[in-house]
């Protein structure tokens, strides 16, 4: 099976992928002894950036002074975008609402959380690049060790101008319970239900960085296996298979997700789970690669991009007591509607079961 004719070459795409990495910002999350406010699921404290600096503390765009932005520390050099300004030729696109704090090179925006000590949060937030608008949401993922944490959003600085940052938005946070198998599933969080929080008004889900990247995963029970992220999509803007979240691949065999299961060495076992497209204009063929151990199989799936899924099933003889179930796509696709974003196919209802023996 070939992959659509309008694909772009794989060295194109890579350099595309390298670039939009470069883009993402790094979430520092440092335990602390500050005195903070307590956290609820949902944007931070002006999270949404929409509460501005007072005109004195402004000059133009930059803001100064450490507390310049209310509820927030800077440092560096930031700024207070408004939707619909121009920089030169170029309108300056606000993620979401009407205003962003823009970061130049090794600027940062920090607020202290008062969060509960040994549970699982993940950070949530917007970023657009200043040229070529990039929408994304970047979740970061904590467990604190004391009550209260520093969230420190940074640009560590890729462009040769200061001023040339990316936009923040929307700074989220949300609760994480991490899932455990049971005797109908012994995958953990199979269904994708537990994950980062998704803003309710945006449409364009959530990217989840590689274990490369983060040292937990914002996706309980699962593991980003690979170079880049995967989308974290709801069923309010996307088509989902079963319940109301799901996975999107977006970047090929650089794009997987694996969790390793308990097994009994000698036994058999049934891996099964949902393919489709999330009708996000992500058409052509697909292939979904599904591993459990030395097992494989290969799942095509032709997508016109507006949404449907298919089933399919892997069985296998466990060889040892742990198992690693892993998933990735074949190939790299483009929306048919944007030649500019990588989609891919959804997987969803990941359901793994020992056969009895008859």
């Known amino acids: 099976m070939s992959s659509p004719s309008f694909l772009p070459s794989e060295k194109k795409l890579r350099k595309r992928l390298k670039m939009r990495a470069a883009m993402l910002l790094s979430v520092l999350l440092l335990a602390t002894c500050h005195v903070a406010f307590s ?33 927030w520390e800077i440092s560096g050099f930031v700024e207070y975008i408004k939707a619909g300004q121009k920089q030169g030729d170029m309108l300056l696109v606000v993620p979401e609402g009407a205003y962003a704090a823009r970061l130049g090179n090794e600027a940062s925006i920090k607020q202290v959380l008062n969060l509960t ?5 993940s950070v949530t937030f917007s970023a657009a690049r200043t040229s070529a608008m990039d929408g994304t949401r970047t979740p970061g993922h904590l467990k604190p060790c004391f009550g209260t944490v520093e969230l420190v959003i940074h640009n560590p600085g890729v462009e040769e101008d200061p001023a040339c940052g990316p936009l ?22 199979g269904g994708f239900e537990e994950g980062p929080y998704l803003l309710p ?8 960085p590689p274990n490369i990247e ?10 980003v296996e690979s170079l880049k992220a995967v989308k974290y999509i709801d069923v309010e803007h996307f088509s989902v298979p079963q319940g109301r979240r799901a996975i999107e691949l977006v970047a090929g065999k650089e794009s997987a997700i694996a969790q390793v299961a308990r097994t009994i060495t000698g036994k058999t076992y049934t891996l099964s789970f949902a393919v489709g497209d999330a009708s996000n204009s992500c058409e ?6 599904a591993f459990a151990g030395k097992d494989t199989i290969k799942v095509p799936y032709e997508s016109k991009g507006k949404g449907g899924f ?49």
């Open 39 to 71: 956290i609820k699921d949902g944007l931070v404290e002006n999270g949404n950036f929409e509460v501005g600096p007072k005109p004195s503390d402004l000059k133009g765009t930059e803001m100064i002074g450490r507390y310049a932005l209310p509820e």
């Open 117 to 121: 000590m040994g549970m699982y949060y």
């Open 168 to 189: 923040i938005d929307s700074v989220a946070i949300k609760a994480l319970f991490p899932p455990r198998p049971t005797n109908k599933n012994i995958m953990k969080n």
């Open 201 to 208: 008004n945006t449409s364009w889900g959530v990217l989840i």
């Open 214 to 223: 983060d040292k937990h995963s914002p996706l309980p029970g699962w593991m």
């Open 284 to 289: 052509g063929s697909m292939v979904v690669e």
């Open 310 to 358: 298919k089933r399919a099933e892997l069985r296998f003889v466990a060889v040892s007591n742990r198992t690693r179930i892993m998933f990735y796509s074949t190939f790299y696709t483009m929306r048919s509607d944007d030649f500019s974003s990588l989609c891919g196919p959804v997987i969803d209802d990941v359901k793994l079961l020992s056969l009895r023996r008859t």
